[in-house]
DNA sequence: ATATATTTGTTATTATTTTCACATTCAGAC
DNA sequence: GTCTGAATGTGAAAATAATAACAAATATAT
């Protein structure tokens, strides 16, 4: 094993690899192999084990990887052995089903906080949640230790709230809002958006088929 | 102008750029350069100019884009100069976030039909969408003509799913419940994980911290 | 007209990522 | 014990993608 920068499409893969292990321990599986763990998450033996080779030996040649070491080890690479609290900002229907979405809740992720500034959201429960004002996110940042914050607002307050999230000393930030924002270097920031695979389908069916490619 | 084929990252900015510059267009600016563009949504400007050339040439030396035929032309190119009629599947948290999404709902996006197996959600309202059982799909994808599929519903269920969405013909499906599905070849299927993300985000606050990288 | 400042389109280069191929290792059968 | 079959771990090769660099083209000022 050598030490290396990890790409990032390892580690997203990491992710998808360890989901997989779960099922298959649910199951009941005890052993799985390189080729098992390709064929269920689609992509190729070789990749798994490459993936893998960047964090160390894990399987058993002739054999293959035990599923319970294996997803714990999975885990541990992607820091989800110890508990995160999350702080979600947007009470809307993108927010409110984040907060109710299973891979926001199992895992070692905990919701500790929704906020929203619509004076008709605060208050509201979400679950065993109440929407709280943006007021209160200094305060509850500090007891719940919150280092990751999610933006679910629109494009028009993503950066506003961005800018209170860094003010804050949040140390990572995942983006809802299809939007490109400014954050110091030091503070981890991903995009999600939801309709740019969309389009990659429209894409495909439209251009790419005109095209015969 | 070369025509190979064409990187789904290109795609994928392809589909960024194109938001950028809807925005750029509201707000009156008429010209563009690949720098702005670049600046305004985090890539490099060679990135940009690179991306565009796959498709053409539709800037003017010395000068830059213009906005407003650029946003069209790329529109064209990712297939949102025609209407697209979608089926959501699973009117829980999720679908009904995806359905009053507004990534969802311009453009040429348009959501004809929501359905669901629960009976406490059926005949729901959804904006002016009414949620509806399963057993009208094959006669709602005909009358609205509806080529793509998402899937909003458990991993439970996503494969019984995707085999209904495939078996009434449609040619994509978006899927949003975090397992591989199987479908046919000629079926463009593209996955959304919605925790893959914040995983990459945990890595990078735990184990690369730890190694200094 | 000419020169200058810009910015594109494109080729060459570099870097990254994936795939391939196989030696190595292990478990189990005999 | 030894042999056989299976599956890992990994270095080399191939494929893919990003960056850099620059010639070509254009608008503007003089």
């Not at 809002?177 to 389908?201: G, M, T």
Request: hydrophobic content about 45%; overall charge neutral; some cysteine.
């Amino acid at each position: 094993m050598k030490t290396l920068r990890v790409p990032e499409a390892t580690v997203t893969r990491l992710s998808i690899y360890s989901r997989f292990l779960e099922r298959l321990d649910k199951n009941g599986v005890t052993t799985v192999s390189s080729g098992e763990i390709a064929e269920g998450v689609g992509v190729s033996p070789a990749q798994v084990r490459k993936d893998l080779a960047y964090f160390g030996e894990f399987g058993t040649r002739g054999v293959g990887y035990n599923v319970k070491d294996l997803l714990k080890y999975t885990l541990k690479i992607l820091g989800l052995d110890q508990p995160w609290s999350l702080a979600i900002f947007g009470a809307g229907n993108l927010g409110f089903a984040l907060c109710t979405y299973r891979g926001f809740n199992i895992r070692s992720f905990h919701i500790a906080g929704v906020f929203d500034n619509d004076p008709t959201r605060i208050g509201k429960k979400i679950g065993n949640l109440e929407v709280q004002p943006l007021d209160k996110f200094p305060e509850i940042v500090k007891s719940e230790n919150i280092r990751i914050g999610v933006i679910a607002v629109p494009v028009s307050a993503a950066q506003e709230v961005a800018d209170l999230m860094v003010k804050n000393g949040l140390e990572a930030i995942l983006n809802f809002a299809p939007v490109a924002l400014n954050v110091p270097d030091h503070i981890e920031i991903r995009n999600v958006d939801l309709s740019v695979k969309l389009e990659i389908l429209t894409f495909n069916l439209g251009f790419r088929a005109a095209q015969n490619l």
